[in-house]
């Protein structure tokens, strides 16, 4: 029986995991950052010789990475030069012209990707309505293009003004770069980014320069290691979006490719909350690194068309990478397993957002690490059994974290170390409890009595104790929680989303023209498809990015039934969606529309799995932990998943053992297993 296989790299952990019929087998081991790859192929050998599967057996391999992410975020990206307009080279640096915090004198906005020396003004001009007023001129050009070269530059981002309207002088660069500096990398605006907005637009096609060559790199290498391997199938990445797209695809525009790891979170939560019948979800994935929260309404991710990279500022919007892509919108912050305590100058603790990753790792890892983190903190507390980590690939060692605590904040506090242990917990708890009301009130939402979806290594030993914060009476933990972004790949479609900015007037609105655009976006998106080979049914869906005359953001209005699109019919759809959204419509007041977008998916492959190998622990463990939790110690009794029965209940406090994960169920709270092998925590929530 063929089989598809998944490869998830985070920051902490590599998950790989195979599926064959409905049952998939999984494994964590350390992510090897000098040579992802490396770690990659080490999960990849373990899975295969688990299940006796062959490489050549394997009919897809799926992929999510933080590679993209976390080159942008370390600045380890390629030596990258902008072409611009004459005049118009500062916009990188000038940004929105705001403050993202007002009352701090001392805020620094985020450096740009391109130094001013590298960012060149090229003499040509289109207006807005895509006439030429001043056509390329190439010989200064060229004499640019001579000197960048010299200075070692690699990587080209070219963006003119509003080229998005009339792409011709973009292209005739790409051209000219290509017959004379072949070794450049290029990326057009016209083809990343290709709206109105030309900040944005400049900032996103600059971080897809930027990181081009790095994860063009990578993924030839990835693609070749595996076919020496055997592995004779298409290699599909999972995009920002929650869709799958090809290495093709992938290469060019690997900006795609930021968050396509909590993308795949995204997509395993919204499918148990389909399963569950749960219309309103929180999504908490927490792994080594960072923790990401989403929301899901009607079974469904909210998704968005900005995203920020790198929040450096208390994580408050504005103080990141803005990028415009197609993006499952969530809020992302430093609080993983290996998130590193520490002691402000007003001895308050802090918990991250620095994480000792998988090198050296958190102290208790005993690879060289000496600074506590959350892992330690949770070992110390009982929530962790050593012999059973990471599937038992990973030793860990209470000595060691008892001297990092010792050491950096029980000393330092004159508290003992359980305290100090107890105190970190609950600064990270807190932190991600803050994170999801602040993310919850930007949407206009309320996370008091829904249902959290708890997955990734660290999430369901937090899930409990963040949903008391939240309110939130029911937990979820799904079957193979301790890999969940990547079993979230294989439940994902085949997706590829595209967007054309056609600035008008409602009432003034060129049917004819929209009708083409969607015509043409439909014909290149259906290429990635093919290109995938997705077969079966395909679901497309078409919007119109709308706003009031006057107003600064826009709002999406779905437009995909509409055979004839209708002047009435759009104002009438963008009425109903305003209405949603604020509560009431404008009376009176002309609509204009910006953009249009069509995204085309193609059916999932399958929507259930059975993860039942995560549950199977390869290390015997004790039948009891000492188990603390505020002031008071529990004696927790310690349950394999797998001995847990369908239809029973079981009453914390307990510590819930298997292979990946560990799920903690406090003593106020009770257990059971649903018919998908989910645990479903519930809690008795204290009234205010």
């Not at 006796?52 to 057996?57: P, T, V």
């Not at 998988?358 to 949770?378: H, I, K, N, Q, W």
């Not at 890999?483 to 600035?503: C, D, N, T």
């Not at 004790?622 to 369908?646: H, N």
Request: charged letters at 20%; proline letters at 4%; a negative charge.
């Amino acid at each position: 029986m063929s089989a598809r296989l998944s490869v998830d790299i985070g920051g902490t952990f590599t998950d790989v995991v195979i599926q064959q019929g409905l049952k998939v087998t999984s494994v964590k081991v350390l992510t090897t950052h000098a040579d992802p790859v490396a770690g990659v192929l080490q999960g990849v050998d373990d899975v295969l010789s688990r299940t006796g599967i062959a490489a050549a057996d394997v009919q897809l391999v799926l992929h999510g990475t933080t590679l993209a992410t976390n080159a942008l975020i370390e600045r380890r990206g390629a030596k990258t030069a902008l072409l611009t307009t004459a005049g118009h080279r500062d916009v990188l640096a000038m940004a929105f012209e705001n403050r993202f915090e007002q009352y701090d004198v001392n805020i620094d906005r985020p450096a740009p990707l391109v130094p001013r020396h590298w960012r060149i003004g090229v003499t040509e001009r289109v207006a807005a309505d895509g006439q030429t007023l001043l056509t390329l001129d190439e010989t200064q050009l060229m004499a640019s293009l001579h000197a960048l070269v010299e200075q070692g530059v690699e990587s080209l981002a070219v963006t003119f003004l509003h080229s998005y309207r009339q792409p011709a002088h973009e292209l005739r660069v790409a051209e000219l770069v290509k017959q004379n500096f072949p070794q450049l990398w290029v990326s057009l605006s016209c083809e990343v980014c290709p709206e109105i907005r030309e900040y944005e637009r400049m900032s996103t096609t600059t971080a897809n320069a930027y990181v081009k060559p790095l994860m063009a790199g990578y993924l030839e290498r990835l693609q070749a290691v595996l076919g020496e391997r055997g592995f004779n199938c298409k290699v599909l990445l999972m995009t920002s979006g929650g869709g799958l797209t090809t290495l093709n695809a992938a290469t060019r525009f690997p900006i795609r490719l930021v968050e396509s790891g909590p993308a795949g979170g995204a997509m395993l939560a919204a499918g148990v909350a389909q399963a569950h019948q749960e219309n309103s979800v929180v999504s908490f994935d927490m792994g080594g690194t960072t923790a990401k929260l989403c929301l899901i309404e009607n079974g469904e991710p909210q998704h968005s068309r900005a995203f920020e990279v790198d929040r450096s500022y208390r994580f408050k919007k504005g103080s990141g990478l803005p990028v415009r892509i197609p993006v499952v919108e969530m809020v992302e912050i430093g609080a993983g397993g290996g998130s590193i305590a520490s002691l402000d100058g007003l001895k308050r603790i802090h918990v991250g957002p620095q994480s000792a990753g998988s090198e050296p790792g958190p102290s208790c890892y005993g690879r060289g690490g000496t600074l506590p983190t959350v892992t330690d903190a949770d070992l110390l507390l009982g929530r962790l059994l050593p012999e059973n980590f990471a599937g038992g690939r990973v030793s860990l060692s209470v000595a060691a974290a008892t001297a990092a605590l010792e050491e950096h904040i029980a000393q330092p506090l004159s508290l003992d170390v359980l305290s100090a242990a107890l105190g970190i917990s609950e600064i990270v708890d807190e932190n991600m409890a803050a994170a999801t009301r602040a993310h919850a009130a930007e949407w206009g939402r309320r996370v008091e009595g829904t249902c959290l979806v708890a997955f990734g290594g660290a999430a369901p030993l937090h899930a409990a104790r963040l949903a008391q914060k939240l309110k939130i009476p029911r937990v979820l933990i799904p079957p193979g929680a301790g890999v969940g972004s990547a079993i979230g790949f294989l439940l994902a479609p085949v997706r590829y989303e595209l967007v054309r900015s056609a600035y008008a007037l409602l009432a003034q609105l060129d049917q004819a023209e929209v009708m083409s655009l969607f015509r043409q976006m439909r014909t290149e998106a259906a290429e990635v498809l093919d290109d995938a080979g997705a077969t079966g049914g395909r679901e497309e869906r078409r919007e119109g990015y709308m706003r009031y005359v006057g107003q600064g953001y826009e709002i999406a209005v779905d437009v995909s039934d509409l055979q004839v699109l209708s002047v009435d019919d759009i104002r009438s759809r963008f009425e109903r969606t305003y209405a949603r959204l604020y509560g009431r419509t404008i009376p009176d007041l002309a609509i204009e529309v910006l953009s249009w977008t069509l995204s085309l998916s193609s059916e999932p492959v399958t929507q259930t799995l059975q993860a039942a190998d995560a549950q199977i622990m390869q290390q015997t463990v004790s039948d009891e932990v000492q188990w603390w939790s505020g002031d008071s110690a529990f004696a927790a009794k310690v349950l394999p998943r797998s001995a847990l029965q369908a239809g029973q209940r079981y009453v914390g406090p307990l510590v819930i053992a298997e292979s990946q994960t560990t799920t903690i169920v406090p003593a106020s709270a009770s257990v059971s297993v649903r018919a998908d092998d989910s645990l479903c925590i519930e809690l008795a929530l204290q009234e205010d």
